[in-house]
């Protein structure tokens, strides 16, 4: 009996002996990592004094910062392990993906915000000043800006299409036809294509006017003198085609990826009870293809607000900003204009835009999926 | 400009049609005497034999100029160096030089002909290859963020503005000046306009006018004079001298066919080409609005109120506007590079407004199937101009209104002022600059395919070009549009201002809606000024117009 009250009070006192040094340990790390921390905020508020000239400590560059934030975060990490011990050691393989993506990311766009609040032109012989509002009258009143925004959304509008062609064409190559890998192949080349390439080879050389072979095809069909981007809406329709041709094959490949995975029994029931392919398609394999068929838009749709290449390679946003997109026209007023302090507010804005609209996307999608299923 | 557009062009630039046979070598080697020359500008400096050498570089069949082509020039034009500088003065210092890397010039030719030059003096260089389209960016971005890090640039005038306005450059000492032969430029590049504030930074290495070039074949053809005359227009059939004629003339081609060809007439720009498309509206509109005697003709000079809404310049918009159904198919999405290498030089329209370099790749390039079946002129006239202080059109007494456009002002090398502290690196960066700059150098550079054009008085020397291969009335057609525009006594010099290509950008987009047809040219020109006016507050305006009277010499 003796013993064994000794013995649990040995085990008590290890226990209480692991616990003190885990405690240690713990605070240690929190000192740690509260050093590290304050270290950091002060390198920051010496910069931001050197660099607003309150105080002449000479530090050109930010990069004082950038090592400051490099050994907080080799601090936060050991911290991590000495505070929550085999949990930080799990949080190690996390953190320097998600301390990477706040540095390249996250911090940056917060910088732009900040950017976007100024008149920042880098050929301004009058420096930077605050003009938040002024920016916002600007952006309210641009046309080129809310004209862009529009062929967005006829953009945006054109991804169904491509998805119907998509499907018809994954439908095609899911089906037992003859040299099925050969055309699951083909039809792939066009998304290897980089689009500049796609602008030159199809835009500016298949398309040309005068000699390019649509040109030729559509004058033997009887239209006179071809232009695809002399009129707005033809212009904007060419361009249209051309990025389905480039994106039209990714969505093939989501799409084919659900056909295969559908259950091969379901469609076989469906023959024996008598569907015609047209009820099996529209009852049976469509329903079924509903939540990769939402993926594929979603991701294709946050793929066409960013459509710029094809455009600033073959029209340059005309005729007449036509088939301007936004982010060409961002393009433009960085590149061409030096114009920081508002390009920045415009792509700020943009993002907003982008971040609500795709929310509600996701929402409604995700609503209309309970509902139908 | 030539750099820019032969970065567009993407076709390899050959002298094999240009450089043919042995006769080419013969007229060479006939000419090497300076007597053949008699009568032809030289500089003072320029050596008549050593010219006929570089000529023969790398001479007839032989393909184009490589890499020890440009060696070969740049050692046989280290005279004037050798002269200034001992050998391995320079060790030890190391020089970073900003360019452009267009279609493998630019940049590529200088490595070659400043290799001898690091060899004798003892000096390296590092190299900052820049593509056209980063070029504008990357320049701004180091000023604004005060990052200026190279100590040689080579620039287009219209950015003197941003870099000698803030002043970063070093100034070009009395002993480059004479060795480059300063006073051989042609004379629009002297001062004002090759100088900033009264002070010389620039090392020209390049000139820059807009010509017009026109098919012969076309002003020639007995079946288009006969429609000419049955149609009922007056005068003869020929190349318009007038913007009034282009109209008309372009209007009567609409239609015609030549031995079973479509033939079109003038080709316009309408499309934005990041700043550039905007010079030849220009190109278009100075006959109307430079008034002679009057420097100013985009801005007023006092207040930097834009004239690009006054009569004038609306009349010019209008032209495009009114014109354009009468030009090719999707006319209206064709940039300035389309226009030159996709249609003009390929036998697509009858008139083209463009620098230099149609001349010479006409007949250098293996692309370029118009051939010899054009010549040149200067911009035509106007009958009357649009006198912006008056707010009057005018029937001038001299007769029709010239005003040959210069547009960008052509390329030069500029050493920063980080130097100035360092005698030994000052020296250094200027002895590079000068080699590029070098009068003879210059004479190979605008003969060869090189990104540049002729600059030079001592360049009008005829006999020299047919030496290399060109046939003397095409070369003198050329060169006289060329030096007739260089030395007009009313040409018309762009604002040399901070951020003048946001200027034109903003123009571009304006006008990109006029011509689609969604606003008029008065709506358009009205909004541009607008949006200039209020680019010139946000850039600062006091400064603009001090800055623009500097750059005018006022």
Known sequence: MQNEIASRAAADARHRAADAAVAKRAVAGRRLIRAASLGLGLVVLAQVLSATDVLPLGLATWRPTLFAYIVWSVALGISQVLIRGEQGKQALFLLPALLFTIAMVIFPTFFGLGIATTDWNLSSLTGVHFDLFGNIATLAGDAFFWNALLNMGYYVLSVLVQYGIAFGLALLLNADIRGRKFFRVAFLLPFMLSPVAISWMIGKSIMEARYGPAATLARMLGWESPAFYGVGWIARASIMTMDAWNWIPFIIILLLAGLQALPGDVAEAARVDGASPWQAFWKITFPLMLPVSVTAIILRIIFELKLADIVINVTAGGPGGATDTVSSFIYREYRDRSSVGYGTMLAEFYLILIIVFVTALLALASRWMRRVS | ?554
């Open chain 2, 1 to 554: 400009m030539a750099s820019e557009l032969m970065w567009r062009l993407g076709t390899q630039m050959g002298r094999r049609d240009v450089l043919k046979g042995t006769a080419a070598l013969g007229a060479a080697a006939a000419l090497g005497g300076a007597g053949a020359l008699a009568g032809y500008p030289t500089s003072a400096k320029a050596d008549t034999a050593l010219r006929m050498e570089l000529m023969k570089i790398p001479g007839a069949g032989n393909g184009s100029p490589t890499d020890a082509d440009w060696q070969k020039v740049g050692s046989l034009c280290m005279g004037p160096t050798k002269q200034n500088v001992q050998p391995g003065e320079f060790k030890g210092v190391e020089l970073s030089f900003m360019g452009l890397n267009n279609q493998n010039l630019h940049n590529f030719l200088f490595r070659g002909f400043l290799k001898p030059w690091e060899q004798y003096t003892g000096a390296t260089i590092k190299w900052i290859d820049l593509a056209q389209g980063d070029y504008n960016a990357r320049l701004q971005q180091s000023i604004a963020t005060g990052t200026v890090d190279f100590d040689i640039c080579e620039m287009g005038a219209p950015f003197e503005g941003d870099v000698c306005g803030k002043g970063l450059t070093s100034e070009m000492p009395d002993w480059v000046k004479k060795q480059i032969d300063f006073d051989d430029y042609v004379n629009y590049l002297k001062p004002p306009v090759g100088t900033w504030n009264g002070k010389i930074y620039r090392v020209c290495i390049d000139s820059d006018t807009h010509t017009m070039n026109y098919r012969t074949d076309y002003y020639s053809d007995p079946g288009l004079a006969k429609a000419w005359k049955d149609e009922g227009h007056k005068g003869e059939w020929g190349v318009p001298k007038t913007w009034a004629k282009v109209q008309e003339v372009t209007k009567f081609m609409k239609g015609k066919k030549i031995d079973g060809k479509e033939v079109y007439g003038f080709l316009d720009q309408p499309k934005p080409w990041g700043g550039f498309a905007f010079y030849f509206l220009a190109s278009r509109a100075t006959a109307y609005v430079k008034y002679p005697g009057e420097k100013a003709w985009m801005f007023d000079v006092d207040t930097m109120k834009p004239r690009i809404n006054n009569p004038g310049w609306v009349r010019a918009i209008q032209d495009v506007v009114d014109l354009l159904p009468y030009e090719p198919a999707d006319q209206i999405n064709a940039d300035p590079g389309t226009t030159a290498f996709q249609q003009f030089l390929v036998g697509t329209g009858g008139m083209l407004e463009w620098w230099g370099d149609i001349g010479t790749v006409a007949v250098t390039s293996d692309t370029a199937t118009v051939g010899k079946q054009i010549l040149f002129d200067i911009l035509p006239a106007s009958d009357d101009v649009y006198n912006a202080k008056t707010g009057k059109w005018e029937v001038l007494p001299t007769g029709p209104n010239v005003a040959p456009n210069m547009a960008y002002l052509g390329w030069g090398i500029y050493v920063m002022k980080t130097v100035d502290a360092d005698s030994k690196k000052h020296k250094a960066a200027w002895s590079a600059a000068a080699l590029l700059g070098d009068s003879d150098l210059s004479m190979w550079t605008s003969a060869y395919p090189s990104g540049f054009q002729p600059y030079r008085q001592s360049h009008n020397n005829i006999p020299l070009w047919v030496a290399g291969g060109y046939e003397e009335a095409y070369i003198k057609s050329y060169m006289d549009s060329q030096t007739t525009s260089y030395n007009h006594p009313n040409n018309a010099i762009e604002p040399r201002i901070p951020g003048i290509f946001q200027y034109y950008s903003i123009a571009e987009d304006e006008l990109s809606k006029v011509y689609a047809g969604k606003l008029t040219a008065q709506q358009g020109a009205d909004n541009v000024a607008k949006l200039w006016e209020a680019l010139t507050d946000k850039l600062g305006r006091d400064k603009q117009i001090a800055f623009y009277k500097a750059s005018l010499g006022l």
